[in-house]
């Protein structure tokens, strides 16, 4: 065995010893009933002094690492602490099996440092939200909370912002509730990953749209469940293809992620009988349904839930900014309490600091002009990027229809490898996302997505002048 000391007067002999002695232990490198050399044979060769040695002996054997025989010497300690680890095998550590599905998936939604022009998808406009006023209602709720005492909070969030979300969900997407039976989340995907984990055991089957959401796939595999993609149509879900044993159902119903089409009236319908016959929880992530373009909004599927089959997710990430994580849940009645007890064991509560602003924020209006702002706004960038789809761009690219959300898919109307003209794209400096990453299990489309969330108004025709002519090419 090798011991080697720095002996630049900087370093501690005793610690250096002490480790290397511990460390040869651990690692099998002295064994169980090893006899230790003399502390004066020992210091000598080290160049240390008889103390040094003395007192790294006596450290590991108060650790239970070496123990003292009378007229024998210094010996490994026989028990737990000065054992050899059992023969193990070669390699790094290794996630469960299950991990080598989630992984991949769980990073499609990853976004890039920013290109010059971008059309990524699941971003919202940040240089036009108000900080100004945002800081007002920041510093506003810091003074509030310098007031209170230091508990922690409500696992549900915090109960005037949930009062100012169900107030909103009330006049906007029809959905009556209790402001009580609200919980604020991380963002929608703690929200489906709590459900997820209260709703499945291994093995269970959950059922996905197909194309569909990658980490809302990847958070139900994660808890060991079986997960099947049921294809999409012009009317959203085909709730006809459903297996009967499914105990989960994730949904994009106001705008189908990533084809954008709504579910139809009559499709919804059929989705709530059939939850109810196979009793079966139906959970309904209603993501960006705040930017509506064409005719009135569908009820939600919650809104028209009679027999609570419906947890119902949502998120101010595409209205204000990402960064923020909050989003909220409406679950069940039924499931109230097991997600609760979930959330607990995940992070206890979303930061109160934050969620107190965002209701000041709501409470005062200001969440309501903004909205409003970016509403028009967004409205000019889709008519923009539409008149291009239906114009110049169209003997390559068919517009998907959508009524809601800030991005719009477009299927290529022969086949193209849409992949390598991204990459070529992305050379360019600019941004776009694909079809083909959204399909699972079926053969995917050859198309196009385009987020219009960040991009400014402007650079919409520069960047598509060069899909253009890399598709010309």
Known sequence: ??????????????????????????????????????????????????????????????????????????????????????????????????????????????????????????????????????????????????????????????????????????INRAVQCDWNALMVTQGAQQGLDLLARVML????????????????????????????????????????????????????????????????????????????????????????????????????????????????LGTFSKTLFPELRLGYLLPPASLREAVLAARKLVDRHSETLQQRALALFIQRGDFARHTRRLQREYAQRRRRLLGRLHGDLSPWLEALPAVAGIHLAARCREPLDVLRIARHLRQQGLEVGTLPPFYAETPAQAGFLFGFGCIERDDIDPALDLLRAELRR
């Open 201 to 312: 055991d291994p093995g269970d089957l959950a059922v996905v749209e197909e194309p569909g959401y990658p980490p809302a796939r990847a958070s139900l595999l994660a808890t060991g469940a079986e997960v099947r993609g049921v294809p999409v149509d012009a009317e959203g879900l085909r709730v006809d293809l459903l297996p009967d044993n499914a105990k989960l159902v994730y949904v994009t119903p106001s705008h189908q992620f990533p084809l954008g089409m709504p579910m139809s009236l009559e499709r919804r319908l059929q989705l709530l009988d059939w939850a109810q016959r196979h009793r079966a929880l139906i959970i309904e992530d209603d993501y960006d349904s705040e930017y509506r373009f064409d005719g009135r909004s569908l009820e939600s599927l919650r809104s028209l839930d009679r027999n609570g089959q419906v947890a119902y």
């Open 1 to 170: 065995m090798e011991l080697q000391l720095i002996l630049d007067g900087r370093h501690d002999l005793v610690g250096q010893l002490y480790r290397q002695l511990r460390d040869a232990i651990l690692h099998g490198r002295l064994a169980t009933g090893d006899r230790l050399p003399a502390t004066r044979y020992l210091a000598e060769r080290l160049e240390v002094s008889r103390k040094t040695v003395s007192e790294a002996y006596e450290r590991l054997t108060s650790e239970g690492f070496l123990e003292g025989r009378v007229g024998s010497g210094t010996f490994v300690a026989r028990g737990p602490a000065g054992e050899a680890p059992p023969q193990r095998a070669d390699g790094p550590l290794r996630p469960a099996a299950r991990w080598a599905r989630i992984e991949p998936q769980s990073g499609l939604m990853d976004q890039r440092a920013p290109l010059r022009y971008s059309f990524a998808g699941g971003t919202t406009d940040k240089r036009r939200f108000p900080f100004d006023t945002w800081r007002t209602c920041v510093l506003q709720a810091l003074r509030l909370q310098q007031r209170s005492p230091a508990f922690y909070k409500e696992t549900e969030g915090d109960p005037e912002l949930r009062l100012a979300i169900s107030r909103y969900l009330a």
